[in-house]
Every structure is written in C-alpha cells, then in structure tokens.
C-alpha cells in the first residue's frame, strides 16, 4: 500500500482531521457554543504536546501522539474530579510531515470516544515540528483543586508510578489512561488533587504549596508499576520520573474508609502542618531525590 498523499492545502489538511470525529455541531464555525448542565460548574485546562519533547517519530505512532495529547489534558479533568464534555484542538503542522494528521486524528477520536467528549472547534498553523495544543472542557458540580489540603488529611494515590519513566514500559508513555472514573467518585470525599504528570515528588510539592502545608509519605506504600517495581531503580522513577497521570489526592481522615470504598487507591502518607516534603522508608527517613521532576526551562 502507498502511503497517502500530502494534503494540497490546509482546509484539505482539516477536513482530513474531522473525518474519524464525524464532525459535529461547532466544528468549523469560529466559535464553539456549549452548554454547561444545571448546577454544575465549567471546569477548563489546557496543555500541549511537542514533538522532540514530548514525543519522538516512528517511536510514537501518529496515534499514539493523538491518543496522549488529549489524555495529558483529560488527566487534568480527572484531577479536578471533573466530567469531560468537549475539546479544541490547535495543530502546529510541519509540511514535510503533514500526511500524518489523519493518523494523529484517529488516535485522539479513539480516546474521545472512550471519554465520551466532542472535538468542538480548533485551528491550524504550519511549524517547524508538529505540536498538538488541547483546550478540554468538562463540568463539576465543586471542582476540586489544589489548595484544600489541611493538615492530618491523609496522603492518598490512585493509579501506578514509575512505568511511564522506565525503558522497558513504552506502552505507558504512549498510551496514558487517565483516571476519569477514579476522579469522578473521588470528588465528593477528597479535599484537594492534583495528577502526577511532572514527578510524584514535583507534582505533590505543588499541592502542598498551594494549600500552604507539607506531607510525609512513605515510600514503601508507593503503588510502583510492575516495570519499576522490577528495577533497582524503580523507586527513583516512582519518585521523579512523571508522565504517570496517576492522582493524589488529599482526604479528610473520616472520609477515607469510604474513598477506598469506591476508588481503588493506597494511603501512603499525611498532611502535615509543617511545611516541606519528608521521606520515608519503612519509617526510616530517606532523602528526597536529587532531581524532583521534569522542568520545561531546565
């Protein structure tokens, strides 16, 4: 089979895009009209993945970088405890390499589909590299955030760390599954969350930042994934490694019981009202890791 033929221009490039979407009302107008259900409140967050950043080709397929670029985003959904509803897609499209879309569009319709969210509108501009900027929108009846952790709150994690990070587990940096379910059925019981997308360390850092608290957590208690758990030096992935898009949550000490009800998760740690994160290992302090998380500028 030959492979496709570039696109002779952009608006033959979009209607290329749209096609594993279905279309849809909005898509190709200049502006996206939705409608936020009663009572609840519209929750949005953008984030963009570049390649020879965040992903390299033929490593990546053009599905898989689809499939991620919207799943970084909906992991921030997840966070928030919010339902995902719709999404704006802005590609940044090299010409040499532009009878890719297509593909790209396929792996992020599959996960759309899963999600039950609706590409709404979008746009196209021609760069150096390809770059995949996703506006996702969902709805939340108390969004949660980041800045309502309280000190005895304990320290919880759903979803595995390390993999993402580990030579041997490709699939969990091509594939990320964001935790919608989990999220949904945690946003009534936690008090503040944030994804592990940077590092565990880095990312509860932020979380702790914004609540103006700190954490001990024990790192025996960590939900490594099988490939790190494998490794000498899995615990150091776990720690630091990002792109896991698992979620830690903070959660009332009397509401826990029924969080583990609902939500498959582990308690590793507390909140605590001094500030900085400690570590440890079966009870025995260990330092943190010399380097914490990814950093864009670094």
Known sequence: MSPPSPPRSEFELIDAFLKPFGGGEGVGSDCAQVAVSSGMQLVATTDAVVQGVHFTLPRFSPEDVGWKALAVNLSDL?????????F?????????????????????????????C??????????????ITITALGEARRPLTR????????????????????????????????????????ASLASASIDVSDGFVQDLGHLCDASRVGAVVECSALPLGPV???????????????????????????KLAALQRVVKCVEVGRITRERGIQLTDLGVPRPLPARRGFDHLR
């Open 78 to 86: 997840a966070a928030a405890g919010a339902r995902p509803r719709w």
């Open 88 to 116: 704006l897609c802005a590609l940044g499209v090299p010409p040499r390499t532009a009878r890719i879309a297509p593909r790209i569009a396929r792996g992020m319709a599959q996960l759309a589909k899963k999600s039950g």
């Open 118 to 131: 609706k590409l709404v509108g979008g746009n196209v501009t021609q760069a150096s590299e390809w770059s």
């Open 147 to 186: 800045f309502r952790a309280r000190p005895g709150d304990a320290l919880v994690v759903a979803g595995k760390l390390g993999d993402a990070a580990a030579p041997g587990a490709p699939k969990a940096q091509r594939r990320p599954v964001p935790l919608i379910d989990e999220g949904l059925r945690a």
């Open 228 to 254: 790190a758990r494998s490794l000498p030096h899995g615990m150091e992935l776990a720690l630091a490694g990002g792109e896991d898009y698992a979620l830690i949550w903070s959660v009332p000490r009397r």
